[in-house]
Nanobody
């Protein structure tokens, strides 16, 4: 099993920044990539970004490209999501997820382990 714990959420004004962290523990050697998803009230959970442990290859949703940056510390098994130029529509619960497949798609089904989520609220 792999345990994921997110932190760093909060309330910020539009245009501001937040950095989310996701600490992985347990059988982390079984994971190949980490993803960030978010779910706004009344909406489906959507892909935000992902990063592979090996090589640090990243991929972003178009809605956050250029504003969000995903990074990782392989030694500490921690993944970060730096969010800049935040907009009210970025308000959501943000989830960290771990995939055991080497090339996870944007689908939630490719991710095996999930954190409990952290709330991000952007005021206008």
């Amino acid at each position: 099993q792999v345990q994921l714990v997110e932190s760093g959420g909060g309330l910020v004004q539009a245009g501001g920044s937040l950095r989310l962290s996701c600490a992985a523990s347990g059988r982390t050697f079984s994971t190949q990539a980490m993803g960030w998803f978010r779910q706004a009230p009344g909406k489906e959970r959507e892909f935000v970004a992902r990063i592979r442990w090996s090589g640090g290859i990243t991929y972003y949703a178009d809605t956050v490209k250029g504003r969000f940056t995903v990074s990782s510390d392989s030694a500490q098994k921690t993944v970060y999501l730096q969010m800049n130029s935040l907009k009210p529509e970025d308000t959501a619960v943000y989830y960290c997820a771990a995939a055991i497949v080497l090339y996870p798609s944007l689908s939630q089904s490719d991710y095996t382990y999930w954190g409990q989520g952290t709330q991000v609220t952007v005021s206008s």
